[in-house]
Each structure stands twice: as C-alpha cells, then as structure tokens.
C-alpha cells in the first residue's frame, strides 16, 4: 500500500498579509515570515559543515525545482541540486573532444572499479539511450571525478539511487565521496500523478529563447487564438522573441503513459527508502485535500489553474483563473501546493533531521 505522507502546516494565523508566490521579491518576504529562524540556523551550520541528500520522488514531482529554490533561500554559494542526468550529459559532450575523451579515459583507467571493461564502458556511453541504466559502479567513479572539482558544498543529489540496487550504495555515497562524517539524509517527495501528467500535457517552450511555459499552470502574459485548430496558445512574452508562439515537445500530449514503468520504479525507491533504519527523512507533500485546506495551508499558497475564453465579437482572449483541485492517488480532491510552501516544510524539516 502506498506510504501516507503527513501534511505539514504552513498556515500562519495571525497575519493578514498574501504573498505573490510568482514574485522573487514577493517570495524572499514569504520565507522570512514563514521560515526566517530555520533559515539562519541552516546558514550557522553552513559555515562550517555540510550535507548530502537523496532525492527521491517520481519523473516531475519537482526535486530540482524545491532543491534549487531551497538553495536560493538559504545560501547558493554553500548549497548545489546535483543532477546526474546531466553530469552524464556533460560526459556524452566530452566523447566528441579527443582531449577531453583521452582526459575521461585516463581518470576511469585510474579509479572505475567495476564488472565491465573500460572498453564497454565507453562504447556503452558513446551508444547510450535515454532508457538503460549506466552501471553504478560508472556512476560513483563519475560522480567523485565531479566532486573533486568542486568546492565543498551541501549537495542535493538528484539521479541516485535510480533502481532498487542502488539504494544499499546510497547509504554509503558520503564516504565514497570524501564528505566524511556529514549527515546523509532522504529527502521523500510525494506527488499525486495526476500532477504530472497536467505538468506534462501542458508544457510548453519557445523555440527561439527556450523559456518553458505551462498552458494550464504557467501562462505567459500573452494568449493567442488559433481558429483553425480552435485551441489557446502561449506567447513568449520576452521582449526579444516579439510573441513567438510557444509550442509542446514531441509526446507530451501522451501525459505520463510513456513513463508509466518508471513512475513504477520510482514508487518502489520510496517505499524501499522508507523502510530503512539508520537515515533520517524529510518527507515532502505536494497536495493538501481541500476539506483539511483551511487549518494547513494559506490560499495563495495553491496553485492556481488557467483556463482561456475568447470574446466571438472583439475577438480578445480572457485568462480565468481558479484553484486548481486534483485528484490525489487515492482519489481524494486535493490542492496541488506551489513550490514555496513545499520549500518552507523541506527547511523546517532539514533543521530537525540536523538537530540544530
């Protein structure tokens, strides 16, 4: 059965004031009210010492967007959202470069330990697809090859562990890396797929700047009418693109269908994750069921849903705008959260499993 994730209250009663969550300024004002002494206790402790977190949350539950924003908030010079998909990105770039390539080979010659050849190994990196798992005994060398480089910073490792295996290895990724006696913790990120797949079929990005967008979450300031398709459009509103109209990436119309297995998978990480002992957990919630709404969470706090009605005789487009209410997976109506509320519960909660 799936893991119940408890709700955090973010809800302050004695105050007034709303927050434009979509304003950088309007969001620095949030956390100090809603967050300011867990915020400082955080950046005492980064003085001196650091972390390493495991995200783990399904394809889209947002674990870049709370870890970058968490990293904004409480100090981005001593807090970094590590991605492996993009670190081997960065790999994939390195194999056209015959000094890079040569570099690569002679750091793995030197410290990848593992079942497969250096020569597998790199044809398997230079033919891989978006799908095979690379072996985690590549990953780890990688990984520290880019630790290495860096100042030492808190880390947010989003990628790993990616299957079952991998979690054994994650409980003791601080000493494979050099991070010594520093917490290690689990960050658990619980979203309802109903959330995704809206997040999916709706995205949008402009071809000429490449800012996304989401129709139904995140317009822009501009909507657009195509009468021969008879459906809404974004346009980016960046100055230099002069309203480039904004389109979906190939088979997001497809929701989650296509990643259906891995969101399997991904399920599976969490509850494994939840059953080990001698880690500390953050446990992260997306949505609040809308009849527990009023004592957890403040209204603009929930995410709002956009929808578009075009006037027939002035042929201007309307924005509505309305709370938007999911069903979460166990069918119950909920509000999907923004990322602030989420970020202020991974604060508090970061601040207890840091005992500080």
């Known amino acids: 059965m799936k893991q119940q994730f408890p709700i955090f209250k973010t809800k302050i009663e004695k105050t007034r004031k709303d927050f434009d969550l979509t304003d950088p300024e309007e969001q620095k004002k949030y956390f100090r009210l809603k967050a300011g002494k867990e915020i400082k206790k955080l950046r005492d402790y980064l003085k ?21 924003m968490f990293a904004r908030i409480v100090w981005p010079e ?9 670190m081997i990105r960065r790999v994939d770039e390195e194999l056209t470069n015959p000094k890079k390539k040569k570099d690569l080979i002679k750091f793995l010659e030197k410290n990848y330990r593992g ?9 398997d990196l230079e033919n891989r697809d978006t799908i095979t798992l690379r072996p985690t005994e590549l990953i780890l060398s990688l990984v520290k090859r880019e630790i290495e480089k860096k100042e030492r910073k808190a880390l947010f490792i989003d990628g790993f562990p990616r299957d079952l295996d991998q979690i054994s290895y994650s409980l003791f990724f601080r000493d494979l890396i050099g991070y010594r006696e520093d917490p290690d913790i689990f960050v658990l990120i619980d979203v309802p797929e109903t959330v995704i797949d809206a997040r999916i079929r709706s995205r949008v990005i402009c071809p000429r700047c490449k800012t996304p967008r989401n129709l139904r979450l995140l317009p822009t300031n501009k909507i657009g009418y195509d009468g021969e398709k008879n459906e809404f459009y974004l346009m980016c509103d960046h100055p230099k693109c002069k309203g480039q ?23 599976k990480l969490i509850e494994r994750a939840f059953s080990l002992y001698g880690i500390p957990k953050v446990l992260l919630r997306n949505s609040v069921p809308v009849e527990k709404a009023k004592d957890f969470i403040d209204h603009y ?17 309307e924005t509505i705008t309305k709370p938007w209410i999911v069903a979460d997976d166990r069918g119950v109506s909920s509000y999907s959260l923004l990322p602030p509320p989420v970020v202020v519960s991974l604060i508090k909660q970061m601040v207890d499993v840091l005992n500080l």
Do not use: A
């Open 48 to 68: 001196e010492d650091s972390f390493i977190v495991y995200l783990l949350g399904k394809k889209n539950s947002g674990k870049g967007t709370y870890s970058k």
């Open 78 to 86: 001593k807090v970094e959202h590590f991605s492996i998909g993009d």
């Open 115 to 123: 079942r497969f050849s250096l020569d597998e190994i790199i044809h």
């Open 245 to 267: 109209r904004m389109v979906s990436k190939e088979g997001d119309k497809l929701g989650i269908k296509p990643i259906q297995e891995r969101l399997q998978t991904d399920e």
């Open 301 to 317: 706090e929930i995410t709002s849903e956009y929808s578009y009605y075009r006037d027939e005789k002035t042929g201007e487009v």
